[in-house]
């Protein structure tokens, strides 16, 4: 794509980018969909001129109309395909070398805090995990080897919320480099990049794929620079998202705004009903008047989401509850057309030890209700029926 055909389409309102990203008509055919190039390696038809793809860990033309499509909405330089949202966070996290220090937000995703604890650990990368809600911890947490500030917000599963503009503004100061975790709120409501944030992390399972059908990852590097560290890091790992994957998630972000504002409208709707309830210890959601960090959040992001986390005040109640609930899945991930009910304890954060999860907010009583496309009305009254046992 020419440097004016992308400037042209940066002025696009979000939802016209999300059908006209650049690939959404095959320039050979006229095809209404990216091809799927299902193969390993590409002719060199002149060994003095190889071709632009020549062997497809290191590139291949459905993922990079995939990487172009997330650049685009992030708002970033260069975008990068993974197999999985793990893959694109260990892959990321692979810029960092033995000594190096992290500050990382303590209510992090589960299976990042297993990486951090138990792998990168053992190669002598260190981390600070801090209350984020509050930057002046960020800032007690330098040391002279940090090396990146990574934030996840709104935080999962207790959607705790972080400044990230007073982040980035101080992280500068110190040559830090900022990553942020986007899963919840995709690029249509909240785009880090242009709140000063380096690499921005997707666990595209979720929002962005949207059908429960494919597992995936993405990375936006604001910089040209950045992102040539990343895809040297990727074509090194071979952490790579295959051709058929590529092609299902460009298919279900082209659906995501009407997806998303959907389910948003649901989840407040949700949250509201639950926030009346006696029978409920707390309900965590950020479009709630009395969400700690709301404030804050209006003001980096354009909407709340469509994950509500609420306590029901014990173990064997939410046992309960997720073995009554006839609408939703129970299940790991979120995200989906359908919603799906997680057991933050026992599945995303089952590898945080006990006493961690307890520090972090992350009670035995917790539920995460990730909110699909069924009507309100028909899942409140499920879960009601569940939550009365």
């Known amino acids: 794509m020419s440097e004016s055909q992308n400037s042209s389409r940066n002025e696009l309102n979000f939802a016209t980018k999300l059908l006209h990203f650049g690939s959404e008509i095959d320039r050979t055919t006229g095809a209404s969909s990216v091809p799927i190039y299902q193969a390993s390696t590409f002719h060199h038809e002149d060994i003095f001129n190889p071709p632009q ?62 990486l951090l604890t138990s792998i ?42 972080t400044d990230v ?42 929002f962005l794929g949207g059908h429960s059908d ?26 790579v998202l295959g051709p058929q994957d590529s092609w299902l998630l460009i298919r279900g972000m082209k659906t995501l705004e009407a997806r998303m504002n959907h389910s948003e409208i649901s989840a407040r709707k949700l949250a509201n009903w639950l926030d009346e309830r006696s029978d409920i210890v707390n309900v965590f959601y950020p479009g709630l008047a009395n969400h700690p960090g709301r404030e804050n959040h209006e003001k980096q992001s354009t909407g709340y989401g469509a994950v509500v986390s609420f306590d029901v005040g014990s173990g064997e109640r939410a046992k309960q509850v997720l073995n009554s609930v006839r609408l939703p899945l129970v299940a790991v991930s979120l995200g989906a057309v359908e919603s799906i009910l997680s057991y933050p304890a026992m599945m995303s954060h089952a590898a945080m030890p006990p006493e961690v999860r307890a520090a972090r907010g992350i009670t035995d009583g917790l539920l995460r209700f990730s909110v699909g496309l069924e009507h309100i009305e028909d899942l409140i009254q499920d879960l009601d029926q569940a939550l009365r046992g």
């Open 53 to 114: 793809h020549d062997y497809s860990r290191s590139g291949n033309p459905t993922r990079q109309a995939l990487e172009d499509y997330i650049a685009l909405l992030e708002g970033g330089d260069r975008g990068f395909a993974y197999s999985s949202g793990m893959a694109a966070i260990s892959s990321t996290f692979m810029m960092f070398s033995s000594g190096d220090h992290i500050i990382v937000t303590e209510d992090v995703y589960g299976g990042t805090y297993r």
């Open 214 to 239: 494919v597992l995936a990852g993405l990375a936006v590097a604001r910089t040209a620079a950045l992102g040539k560290e990343l895809k040297q890091l990727q074509n090194g790992l071979g952490t």
């Open 165 to 206: 503009a007073a982040v980035t503004s101080w992280a500068k100061e110190h040559d830090l480099i900022t990553l942020l975790d986007n899963t919840f709120m995709t690029p249509l409501f909240q785009r880090p990049i242009e709140q000063g944030v380096d690499i921005v992390l997707h666990s595209a399972t979720k």
């Open 120 to 161: 990168l650990s053992r190669l002598g990368i260190e981390t600070t995990f801090v209350d984020m809600t509050d930057v002046d911890n960020v800032k007690a947490a330098l040391k002279p080897n940090t090396k990146a500030v990574y934030m996840e917000t709104p935080s999962n599963p207790t959607l705790k919320i």
